[in-house]
C-alpha cells in the first residue's frame, strides 16, 4: 500500500485530529488494565465476540491522553477494516514503520492491534516490539483466533490476559441511564431495576444489543451471533465437516442450561460417537459460546470425572436459539448468578453429595470455601423450601460455614436454622451488591 493510503486509513481510527467515538466507560475494565500498561508485558483482551474488546480499545486509549500520553504517541489498527489490502506480517512492519517515521513524537509508544489473528505470524513482531522495549501492546483478537492457552506458547510470558464478558448488570444500569448510589435509591427505583432484570434475562448483555431498541432488531442481531460464533469461530476454524451435529449438540446445551452433562448422556441421546461429543463441546467452550461448571472436590480427578454444568456466556443466546421463548425463569436466574459471579472474577463450582442434594453456587477464595448460593426463583412451597435448604445446611456444615443465602425472585428475610443463618435476598438486591467486585487476569 502507498504510504499516504495507509495514513489515511490510521487517522481514521485514531485520536490525532479527531474525537472517534468511543461509547460508554467500562470503568472496571479501566480501572484493572491501566496499572498493567507500568508492565512489560502485552495485555491481550479475549472473550466471546461483540463483547465489546474494540470499544474497550479506544476507551484504554482516551484514558492513556486523559493521562497526559499525545495522541500521537498512540496506534490503533483495526485490521478487521476492509480497506487493508492483504493484511500480512510485511504490511504491518509496513505500517508500523510510516507511524515511527511519520506521527509519532516519542521514543515511547502505545500500540492496539485489533483484530491481530488477521496477521500471519503476528506474534513475531509483538515479541520484538516488546523485547526492545519501544511500545506498550493491547491485543484483541477473535474469541477462538486469540486464545489464553496459545497466547502462553505465542508470547512465551510476555503478556497478561484479561477475559472481557458482555456487560455485567451494573454496567447494564448505567447503559440504560439507571444511577443508583445508595441502597435507598436501590428501593425507591426497585421497579425500573425489575424491568431491566426481566429485559436482560430475555435479550442478555451485549452492548450492541442493549443498545438496539427495537425486539425484532434485537433478536435478529442475537441469531447473527450465534450463527457467526459456530462458523467462524468453530466450524472454519476447526474445519469441521459434521456442520449439523455441531449444531444439534449447540442447540442441545442451549435449550438445557444449568444442567448437570454427561458426554455419554449426550453420545446416545444425539446419536454422536463420543469422541465427537467430547471434542465438539471442547470447541464450544473455546469460542465462549458455553462455560462449564466443574463439581466441588478437593480431589482433582473426582471433578474432573462428574458431571459438569453448562451455562450460555448470555441469557440473550439462550432465548435466541430456543424454538421458543423460555418460561423456566428459575433457570435464567440461575445462568445469570453465575455470570455475574464469573464477571466479578470469582472461582465457583456446584455442590452435590452421595444423595443428590444439590448447591447451586459454592464460591472459593483462595484455599477456602467463602459463600454458598442457592437460586430460587419462588420458595412458595414448603417441599421446594425444605428441598434447597436442606442441601443447603448439609453444605454449610461441610465447609464449617455459620451463614448461607438464598437468591430468589422477591423474597426477603433472615432466619435461624439448626443454628446457622439463611439469608433470603431478592435478586434485585443481590445484583446491585457494590462489595467483592474484581477482574480476573490470567498470565
Not at 253 to 272: G, H, V
Not at 376 to 387: A, I, V
Amino acid at each position: 500500500m502507498r504510504e499516504i493510503a495507509i495514513l489515511e486509513l490510521l487517522d481514521s481510527w485514531n485520536f490525532w485530529t479527531k474525537q472517534p467515538e468511543i461509547g460508554l466507560p467500562r470503568k472496571r475494565y479501566l480501572q484493572a488494565i491501566i496499572p498493567l500498561f507500568s508492565t512489560n508485558q502485552a495485555i491481550a483482551l479475549t472473550g466471546v465476540r461483540r463483547s465489546g474488546k474494540s470499544t474497550l480499545m479506544m476507551q484504554l486509549a482516551q484514558q492513556l491522553i486523559n493521562s497526559g500520553v499525545a495522541p500521537r504517541n498512540i496506534l490503533i489498527i483495526n485490521w478487521e477494516d476492509y480497506r487493508w489490502e492483504n493484511p500480512s506480517l510485511k504490511l504491518l512492519g509496513q505500517v508500523y514503520e510510516i507511524y515511527r517515521k511519520k506521527v509519532s513524537t516519542g521514543k515511547l509508544v502505545y500500540l492496539f492491534l485489533d483484530e491481530i489473528h488477521k496477521i500471519v505470524g503476528w506474534e513475531r513482531f509483538v515479541r520484538t516490539v516488546i523485547d526492545q522495549k519501544e511500545a506498550k501492546i493491547v491485543l484483541s483478537g477473535s474469541s477462538a483466533q486469540l486464545l489464553s492457552r496459545e497466547l502462553g506458547s505465542l508470547l512465551t510470558g510476555r503478556h497478561v490476559a484479561i477475559p472481557v464478558f458482555p456487560l455485567s448488570f451494573e454496567e447494564l444500569l448505567e447503559f440504560k441511564g439507571l444511577s443508583i448510589r445508595d441502597e435507598l435509591e436501590l428501593v425507591g427505583k426497585k421497579r425500573a431495576v425489575q424491568q431491566c432484570i426481566d429485559e436482560s434475562m430475555t435479550y442478555g448483555f451485549l452492548p450492541e444489543v442493549v443498545l438496539s431498541a427495537e425486539a425484532a432488531a434485537k433478536q435478529k442481531t442475537l441469531v447473527d451471533y450465534i450463527e457467526a460464533i459456530i462458523t467462524r469461530d468453530v466450524v472454519e476454524r476447526h474445519k469441521i465437516k459434521e456442520k449439523e451435529k455441531l449444531r444439534s449438540l449447540a442447540r442441545f446445551y442451549l435449550t438445557n442450561p444449568c444442567s448437570p452433562i454427561s458426554f455419554n448422556k449426550i453420545k446416545e441421546m444425539l446419536a454422536l460417537p463420543l469422541h465427537t461429543v467430547e471434542r465438539f463441546s471442547y470447541y464450544l467452550e473455546e469460542a465462549y459460546l458455553l462455560l462449564f461448571l466443574k463439581r466441588f472436590s478437593y480431589k482433582v480427578r473426582e471433578q474432573e470425572k462428574s458431571p459438569r454444568k453448562v451455562y450460555s456466556i448470555d441469557p440473550g443466546l439462550l432465548q435466541a436459539y430456543s424454538f421458543k421463548f423460555m418460561e423456566n425463569t428459575g433457570t435464567l436466574m440461575e445462568n445469570l448468578v453465575f455470570l455475574e459471579l464469573m464477571k466479578d472474577g470469582k472461582e465457583v463450582y456446584y455442590w452435590k453429595n452421595p444423595q443428590q442434594e444439590e448447591v447451586d453456587f459454592v464460591v472459593k477464595e483462595g484455599l477456602k470455601v467463602k459463600q454458598l448460593l442457592q437460586v430460587c426463583y419462588r420458595l412458595d412451597s414448603p417441599d421446594t423450601k425444605k428441598r434447597e435448604i436442606r442441601a443447603l445446611l448439609k453444605a454449610m456444615k461441610e465447609f464449617n460455614l455459620q451463614e448461607g443465602s438464598v437468591i430468589t425472585s422477591d423474597y426477603e428475610d433472615e432466619e435461624q436454622n439448626q443454628g446457622k443463618t439463611i439469608r433470603y435476598i431478592p435478586l434485585w438486591r443481590w445484583l446491585w451488591r457494590k462489595e467483592g467486585r474484581i477482574i480476573g487476569a490470567v498470565e
